[in-house]
């Protein structure tokens, strides 16, 4: 059983991941999923500090601390912390698709949060077998809050390419931008018209697809995000609505 001090020393780690590691209160309050884990992440008596991500009790071993370690840029007290949470909201081990539709209906109640959600979740299923394990999640939260540019807007990519065939076309990133809207209901200010996603929509993908073939590549995706300051800071609406 996990001793008093040892959980006030779980608090006080919690608090330092927050305010020292990259998780500012803008981050927390805009990242509905490191806010939903990070809020999980408290210090149960009946759990060990010391396991080690020893997951005996759930149905899916992630990797080792080590490695994660290497792959993420997230410390082993992190990992610890994140898995802590991960593994309170997923006592199996693995996320599904209905808990992220859950999870952003209860952050975004005045609008339709499931298509992005059923996009993000995609975009995090890596392997895309159906579900997000603690793995695949840290990978792309690494990426999202401590990843460089060209990191961040590989990423961004893989979201917009809905079909996953190495191109977005203008099809696919008007339903991305559409589910935010959707998502984001009447709080955004101004009030958006119906038809302002694919007015934005066709002026960002005149820009980005440059030989006019009628798709995106991820050359062209970046070099025009790159040099762009308006599409750039559109591009980081993605990033607001984790």
Known sequence: MCSPTKRNQWREDLQHFRKEHGFSKKVLLNCCLVRRIITWASPNPKDSVEDELELSAVRHRPEGLEQLEAQTRFSRKELQILYRGFKNECPSGVVNEETFKDIYAQFFPQGDASTYAHFLFNAFDTDHNGSVSFEDFVMGLSILLRGTI???????????????????????????????????????????????????VEVFFQKMDKNKDGVVTIDEFIDCCQNDENIMRSMHLFENVL
């Open 150 to 200: 060209q990191e961040k807007l590989n990423w961004a990519f893989n979201l917009y390419d809905i079909n996953k065939d190495g191109y977005i076309t203008k099809e696919e990133m008007l339903d991305i931008m559409k589910a935010i809207y959707d998502m984001m209901g009447k709080c955004t200010y101004p009030v958006l018209r119906e038809e302002t996603p694919r007015q934005h």
